[in-house]
């Protein structure tokens, strides 16, 4: 199947007179004839459930979905993308480990992963997504576990060289995990250029609607987790019954692990029903993503081509630093831009309070267009010199561009411009 017909298609294939729709399956429980058939399930969690706090019907559809679209083994859905995110890194890491991971991340990432698993004794050793192999292997530790980034990142928009990280993860015997919300499987697929886990925040475009919040992490099955670095996938889960995740589960060991030790312990499964949401945004993401990327991409070159704009981030564009790493890894630049308005802060504020269609948010790839001011929002906490060492120029705005009719957003923008500036 492509990706179209993945989107509306995998993950759930209803037999004789079932629904056509997947169904909610609102049920906590599931019931078993006999009390020897209920611990048997025990012994063999993946052929039935026994708990939605593991495992529920509506979600299994998702995962597999979004398995499929992603060219993995299988999925596991989370209540949010910072669960994913969590639960990526503890599957592998506890105290006393290491991550490396690229400095571009949503900032939520660095939080979790410079504050509170440092808290927990996982420490993070942060790289550019720009520098070169020596650089990256000159940061991983015998205890390093991972590397991480992300695909398009969340706000700088720097595309990761994804075949340049995961040589080095691999030459250390390291999995690469690449969070890959911006660009969705329609735009990149990280598992077919060498990722080993890919996660998203799904509230972002794969809802695309804004109405969930959830992340799910996907096992390519490919890595080798027995090559003596990652001995809690091998040797016995005393707090599974002595199973051997690699033994029991081969492909699937990273997946199941995540599902049946940790999404037993810290309990972050989604809702049937946020499941249910999210799989009708994803019935249209293909769909969705080449108007996100079209709109985008004329409203990037609307704001070059603008007296009032003094630069424009978006990677589709000839000019820009990453455009080259687009071209290769991105089917499209997805639909986030920033620019900086000349002016500085004071004109960004009266530009976004013109605007009249465009809503201001904090949120992006809705399928409305939104716009944000980082260093009024994200970035308040910091003073004008710190806003810039984080990049956010005091007179940046991102723009998510939404599927409007394009004419509509660029008149908007106009507009703003005009009453901004007169
Ligand atoms: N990863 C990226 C790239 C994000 O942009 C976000 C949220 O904006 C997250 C992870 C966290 O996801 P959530 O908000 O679903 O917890």
Not at 196 to 224: C, E, N, P, W
């Amino acid at each position: 199947m492509r990706d179209e017909t993945k989107c509306l298609h995998a993950g759930y294939t209803p037999k004789n007179a079932e629904p056509r729709v997947v169904p909610i399956v609102q049920s906590t429980t599931y019931v078993y004839d006999s009390s020897e058939a209920i611990g048997a399930v025990f012994d063999e969690p993946t052929h039935s459930l026994i708990y939605s706090r593991f495992a529920n019907p509506t979600v299994m559809a998702v995962e597999g979905k979004i398995a499929a679209l992603e060219g993995g083994s299988a999925a596991m859905c989370t209540s949010s993308g910072q669960a994913a995110l969590l639960l990526a890194v503890l599957n592998l890491c506890k105290a006393g480990d290491s991550i490396v991971s690229s400095t571009q991340i949503y900032g939520g990432a660095v939080n979790l992963f410079d504050f509170t698993l440092r808290k927990l004794g996982i420490e993070c050793i942060f790289v550019s997504a720009d520098d070169d192999e020596q650089t990256i292997a000159a940061a991983i530790k015998p205890n390093t576990k991972a590397l991480f980034g992300e695909t398009l990142s969340n706000p700088a928009l720097a595309v990761l060289d994804i075949e340049r990280f995961a040589k080095v993860a691999h030459a250390h015997g390291l999995p690469l995990i690449i969070d890959n919300t911006f660009a969705t499987p329609v735009l990149c697929k990280p598992i077919s250029f060498g990722a080993d886990i890919v996660l998203h925040s799904t509230s972002k475009y794969m809802d695309g609607h804004a109405v969930q919040i959830g992340g799910v992490i996907v096992d390519s099955g490919r890595f080798d987790w027995k090559n003596g670095k990652f001995p809690e996938l091998v040797e016995p889960d005393p707090s599974y019954h002595g199973i051997s995740y690699t033994e029991t589960y081969g492909d699937n060991a990273y997946i199941i692990k995540a599902r049946m030790q940790l999404m037993r312990d810290f309990g972050v499964y989604p809702a049937a029903h946020a499941a249910f949401l999210l799989n009708l945004g994803l019935e249209t993401l293909a769909l969705r993503m080449e108007r996100y990327c079209s709109n985008a991409l004329k409203v990037a070159e609307y704001l070059a081509s603008c007296e009032h704009v003094e630069a424009v981030n978006y990677p589709g564009l000839p000019g820009n630093k990453y455009h080259a790493l687009a071209q290769k890894y991105l089917k499209g630049a997805s639909g986030v831009t920033s620019f900086i308005i000349r002016g500085g802060r004071e004109k960004a504020m009266r530009f976004m309070d013109a605007l009249q269609l465009v809503s201001k948010e904090v949120h992006v790839a809705d399928i409305r267009t939104c716009v944000l001011h980082p260093a009024s929002t994200t970035h308040r906490q910091l003073s004008d010199a710190q806003i810039a060492a984080a990049g956010v120029h005091p007179g940046m705005v991102r723009i998510s561009v939404g599927l409007e009719h394009v004419d509509d957003i660029l008149e908007d923008i106009g507009q703003a411009f005009a009453r901004a500036f007169h």
